[in-house]
């Protein structure tokens, strides 16, 4: 089953060759940066926790902003699809790559998952 992983910068680390980066220069990064939350709340993780929650409803199609790249992100799930994830979260808090794990793994195909996103607009 795919996995998430965190990147590293120390000396030796390699990402494996089955995983992808999904951070957020690439076309899976999270437009919705925990840092522009943190004065709202008390810990950095929940300000995580909310990034991850508003990408899982832009993804959703409940949030009507940058809608073509959210297209193009759906469309591309499926590149996604039996890979291990790649970026920087530790892996005990909260991260978008888990999000992208469960839909291009959870069994929902992209035709669907694109068409809901399409509904959503």
């Given at each position: ?54 990408y899982k409803d832009w993804l959703d199609g409940k949030i009507h902003q940058w809608i073509a790249a959210r ?51």
């Amino acid at each position: 089953m795919p996995k998430r992983i965190q990147r590293k910068r120390t000396k030796g680390w390699r990402m494996p060759e089955n995983a992808i980066y999904v951070g957020r220069p690439t076309r899976w990064g999270n437009p919705f940066d925990w840092k522009e939350f943190i004065d709202q709340w008390q810990h950095e993780s929940q300000a995580k926790f909310l990034a991850g929650w508003l990408y899982k409803d832009w993804l959703d199609g409940k949030i009507h902003q940058w809608i073509a790249a959210r297209n193009k992100l759906l469309t591309s799930l499926d590149i996604l699809r039996g890979h291990d994830l790649a970026c920087w979260c530790a892996l005990d808090e909260p991260c978008h790559a888990d999000v992208l794990l469960e839909l291009a793994n959870g069994g929902e195909s992209v035709t669907e998952t694109v068409e809901g996103a399409r509904d959503g607009i």
